[in-house]
C-alpha cells in the first residue's frame, strides 16, 4: 500500500500532516485506495472548493481520486462524508453510493469480497461478520 500523501496544492504544515494521518487511516478502514491511474490535479485550486478531484489527501472539503478496493470503481469523495461523526447523531460507515456490496442484503457477498481480497472484515461492519458466522 501506498504511504500516506498530501495532494500537491495542500501546504505541508503539523495541522495537515496530523489531518493526513487521521484520513488516511480511515481511507484504509473503509476499504478505500489511492487511484492508480493518475488524476491531474486542477490549475488554480486554492483552500475553497474547486471542481476537480485530487491525488493524495486533498483535506476534507476536496474530492479526493480513490478506488472502492470492494468493487473496483474509481470513485471521487469527499473526506467530510467518510470521517467518523459523533455528536447527537452518529452515522455509522457506509459503502460509497452505487457499491454492489453496499447494504444489509449484500453482508455475505461483502464477507467473501473482504476474504478474496484477503481484508479482515473491519469491526465496524457488523452485518458482513453477522454472515460470516451464519
Not at 488554480?44 to 470492494?70: M, N
Not at 460507515?93 to 472484515?121: D, F, L, N, Q, V
Amino acid at each position: 500500500m501506498t504511504a500516506p500523501y498530501l495532494s500537491v496544492f495542500l501546504p505541508d504544515t503539523s495541522r495537515n500532516r496530523d489531518s493526513l494521518v487521521v484520513a488516511w487511516a480511515r481511507m484504509l478502514e473503509l476499504g478505500y485506495a489511492p487511484r492508480a491511474t493518475p488524476v491531474d490535479e486542477p490549475e488554480g485550486c486554492t483552500r475553497t472548493r474547486c471542481a476537480g478531484v485530487h491525488r493524495g489527501y486533498p483535506g476534507s472539503e476536496h474530492r479526493w481520486a480513490l478506488t472502492c478496493l470492494l468493487c473496483c470503481k474509481d470513485i471521487d469523495v469527499y473526506y467530510s462524508h467518510m470521517r467518523d461523526r459523533k455528536d447527537a447523531n452518529p452515522a455509522p460507515p457506509r459503502r460509497h453510493k452505487g457499491c454492489p456490496y453496499s447494504g444489509p442484503g449484500k453482508a455475505t457477498a461483502r464477507a467473501a469480497r473482504y476474504a478474496e481480497i484477503g481484508r479482515a472484515i473491519p469491526d465496524w461492519d457488523t452485518e458482513a461478520r453477522a454472515a460470516l458466522v451464519a
